[in-house]
């Protein structure tokens, strides 16, 4: 299984990025994929989840300004962030659950990709 990410850079508060999250190696249709988030110094949040049968889940802080979306042709997730804040600065992660619903607490993913990194600054 791999997942790669790729999309982050700098950008200014106000500003908007979308992030990308492509597959191999798994049935990618069925399996949920999440977005997590590690700040500095801070520990992995949950940023959004987008089941096998298309259901989302966004924390609350992202609600309204973030977008997950999937591609199963090209076997990819992204995820649109809009209306960026500085606070949103972190390494965003895809994780990938096979069974298809996802899981609120990061930890419980097997499958992790490498890491794209976010910073919101001007």
């Known amino acids: 299984v791999q997942l790669v990410e790729s999309g982050g850079g700098l950008v200014q508060p106000g500003g908007s990025l979308r992030l990308s999250c492509a597959a191999s190696?798994?049935?990618?249709?069925?399996?949920?994929v999440a977005w997590a988030r590690q700040a500095p110094g801070k520990g992995l949040g949950l940023v959004s989840i987008?089941?096998?049968?298309?259901?989302?889940y966004y924390a609350d802080s992202m609600k309204g300004r973030f977008t997950i979306s999937r591609d199963n042709v090209k076997n990819t997730v992204y995820l649109q962030m809009n209306s960026l804040k500085p606070e949103d600065t972190a390494v965003y992660y895809c994780?990938?659950?096979?069974?298809?619903?996802?899981?609120?607490?990061?930890?419980?993913?097997?499958?992790w990709g490498q890491g794209t990194q976010v910073t919101v600054s001007s």
């Open positions: 987008i089941a096998g049968d298309g259901r989302t």
């Open positions: 190696g798994l049935t990618f249709s069925s399996s949920a």
């Open positions: 994780a990938m659950d096979p069974d298809g619903l996802g899981y609120l607490v990061p930890r419980e993913y097997d499958y």
